[in-house]
Nanobody, 115 residues
């Protein structure tokens, strides 16, 4: 069955960095575009970044441009999100996602940015 398992979240100070990973299994990973979303307390889930199946094309939400980098390793069935210059407003649960026949989500990983 399809599984998306996020890891790499944690507690970090403002200005710090984290690298999230999402390990995928149960489907042909290399054929699908992948996305990272996030959901802060009391807010709607929002798109953070997306990457094409080959990794050749990426897109970012406005506030993340220049600070976050999405990448993938199709040999390892893993998608990454490198987050730099983190701000308190980046605090959220971060989710890995792709759209197959239905939409699939991981369980999420908590990122907390605080001094």
């Amino acid at each position: 069955q399809v599984q998306l398992v996020e890891s790499g979240g944690g507690l970090v100070q403002p200005g710090g960095s984290l690298r999230l990973s999402c390990a995928a299994s149960g489907f042909m990973f290399k054929l699908y575009a992948m996305n990272w979303y996030r959901q802060a307390p009391g807010k709607e889930r929002e798109l953070v970044a997306g990457i094409s199946s080959s990794g050749g094309s990426t897109n970012y939400a406005g506030s993340m441009k220049g600070r976050f980098t999405i990448s993938r390793d199709n040999a390892k069935n893993t998608v990454y999100l490198q987050m730099n210059s983190l701000k308190p407003e980046d605090t959220a649960v971060y989710y890995c996602n792709f759209r197959g026949v239905v939409e699939y989500w991981g369980q999420g990983t908590q990122v907390t940015v605080t001094s």
